[in-house]
């Protein structure tokens, strides 16, 4: 089976981290190159975040571009209470040594879709879509160009996790959201209503140290940290691993279940700035635009997640 050629759009982020180090793992899907934007924490610290774990990895020789340091219209608004100030807090991480690529993020978009056949690489996008938005402005006929966008954000029945209306990813740059979102690519969608079954618990985070390796002892170290946060918010057992179901879902398409729907962007209300106004029960009359997923098999998705990491 050849490998699907992706891009990973990222904030990093613990969560992020683990999506690419399950990427990286991963035979089914070939990384082409990994994108920084502003957003869990500012520009400067995700670059050197995806440069930290793709050596962790083993992977010095993956491209990590700089991209956006800031939203489209809106100013930048930031997570550090979640991933603490590094945006990778709980282990302590030496310093990256390999590069940062000279080339901005967008242009690399730009070129690597423009470079490759039409519908051959897909985005994957784990945090707000600024980046991606950008191309799409600045090189239209990318779009059609795109096999498809695998992203993660939004949310329905779940409302949002940073207003009660928005999550996170949307939130932060809602206008990029909704150039995305009317883009006419191939979308898929992992929400909150995904992402928030896909929750950490001791079992789950012990087996990652189980593992006995750099790699899983950092995972249930970065775990340890990130969960904190969920377990005061929601009273969980544990932490949704949100960006991780972007990957997933590439390798394990069958662990997933949701619907062809129609997704609008709220770019006009402060009240519900970065709403995913999901059109589940398909009242509304506007065409389909994305799969909207809204369940994951959790354990599924932890066994597959656990076995991949072994493998760095």
């Not at 939130?171 to 959201?177: E, F, G, K, R, S």
């Not at 709403?275 to 932890?302: K, Y």
Request: with cysteine; proline share 7%; charged share 20%.
């Amino acid at each position: 089976m050849t490998p699907r050629k992706i891009i990973i759009d990222t904030d990093p982020g613990q969560d992020d981290a683990v999506a690419i180090l399950l990427a990286l793992a991963s035979a089914e899907v070939e990384v082409l190159g990994l994108t920084c934007v502003a957003g869990n924490v500012p520009l400067p610290l995700t670059e050197k975040n995806a440069r930290i774990v793709c050596e962790l990895a083993g992977r010095p020789d993956m491209m990590v571009f700089a991209g956006c340091d800031a939203p489209l219209v809106r100013r930048l608004v930031t997570a550090e209470n979640v991933h603490g100030k590094t945006g990778l807090d709980g282990p302590v991480m030496a310093d990256p040594v390999m590069p940062l690529q000279d080339t901005h993020a967008v242009d690399f978009i730009i070129d690597t879709l423009r470079s490759h056949a039409d519908g051959t690489v897909t985005l994957c996008p784990l945090g707000p879509l600024t980046n991606i938005a950008t191309a799409l402005q600045k090189a239209p006929d990318i779009a059609s160009r795109i096999q498809e966008i695998v992203l993660m954000g939004g949310g329905c029945f779940e409302g949002g996790n940073i207003t009660p209306a928005a999550e996170f990813n949307i939130h932060v740059d809602p206008h990029a959201a909704d150039i995305v979102f009317k883009s006419a690519a191939p979308i898929v969608v992992m929400p909150l209503d995904v992402t928030h079954k896909a929750l950490t618990n001791r079992a789950r985070v012990e087996a990652f140290r189980a593992l006995g390796t750099p790699v899983g002892a950092t995972v249930a170290e970065w775990t340890d940290f990130f969960e904190r946060f969920d377990k005061e918010k929601y009273g969980s057992a544990g932490a949704p691993l949100h960006d991780p179901c972007v990957i997933a879902y590439l390798i394990r398409p069958d662990l997933f279940k949701g619907r062809h729907i129609n997704v609008t962007v709220e770019t006009g209300s402060e009240l519900t700035m970065g709403m995913t106004v999901a059109d589940w029960w398909r009242v509304s009359g506007r065409q389909p635009n994305a799969m909207f997923m809204n369940d994951i098999d959790a354990a599924g998705f932890f066994t597959l997640l656990t076995q991949r990491l072994a493998l760095l």
